[in-house]
T-cell receptor
Framework: DVKVTQSSRYLVKRTGEKVFLECVQD?????MFWYRQDPGLGLRLIYF???????EKGDIPEGYSVSREKKERFSLILESASTNQTSMYLC?????????????FGPGTRLTVL | GNSVTQMEGPVTLSEEAFLTINCTYT??????LFWYVQYPGEGLQLLLK?????DKGSNKGFEATYRKETTSFHLEKGSVQVSDSAVYFC????????????FGTGTLLAVQP
């Protein structure tokens, strides 16, 4: 089974702090994604990465950056956290080689910014 | 642009009741359609999918049929259980090289014993 893990289930940070959210997948997937989930808004794509060192902006990249130095790891960075970034963050991965277009999700990190 | 609209929740049902959660989409071309489920405290799991018109996806007693003429992909189950209580997301995948998922807002299902 594909396993996508996220470094923390719950995180509390203060406004202005730099925050790192880590995501690791163990299935050699090329593509990785970061979403945020908010009530009434569903999931919105922040950034995605086709492969190592590659990144593309999603629909709501403002206030975020990402890093993909190794294939299995995709990091989401909040350079200066703000209260409107309080949310559930979900990481996902997929492989175009599978041909089934299925994204596999991690358990999520619930971030609270005070 | 591409979008997904699903019925607002919460949907509250008694055990063994029939479930329908409506989902309609707007897309250019022929997207693939998905239902994901999120159980309390967990991430999303793929429930079922359909990749072309008239395909029926099914899993764990849930079914959804890709209806191009009505641009719909409604989720149904004949007899729900308490363990089906979760948030259900309809999504479409639009294509080419980007392969990005667009999600609906999610529908909370609460099944009471």
């Amino acid at each position: 089974d594909v396993k996508v893990t996220q470094s923390s289930r719950y995180l509390v940070k203060r406004t202005g702090e730099k925050v790192f959210l880590e995501c690791v997948q163990d299935m050699d997937h090329e593509n990785m994604f970061w979403y945020r989930q908010d009530p009434g808004l569903g999931l919105r794509l922040i950034y995605f990465s086709y492969d190592v060192k590659m990144k593309e902006k999603g629909d709501i990249p403002e206030g975020y950056s990402v890093s993909r130095e190794k294939k299995e790891r995709f990091s989401l960075i909040l350079e200066s956290a703000s209260t409107n970034q309080t949310s559930m963050y979900l990481c996902a991965s997929r492989s175009p080689r599978e041909g089934r277009n299925t994204q596999y999700f991690g358990p999520g990190t619930r971030l609270t910014v005070l | 642009g591409n979008s997904v609209t699903q019925m607002e929740g919460p949907v509250t049902l008694s055990e063994e009741a029939f479930l329908t959660i409506n989902c309609t989409y707007t897309a250019t071309g022929y997207p693939s359609l998905f239902w994901y489920v999120q159980y309390p405290g967990e991430g999303l799991q793929l429930l079922l999918k359909a990749t072309k018109a008239d395909d029926k996806g099914s899993n764990k007693g849930f079914e959804a049929t890709y209806r191009k003429e009505t641009t719909s992909f409604h989720l149904e189950k004949g007899s729900v259980q308490v363990s089906d209580s979760a948030v259900y997301f309809c999504a479409l995948l639009y294509g080419g090289a980007t392969n990005k998922l667009i999600f609906g807002t999610g529908t909370l299902l609460a099944v009471q014993p």
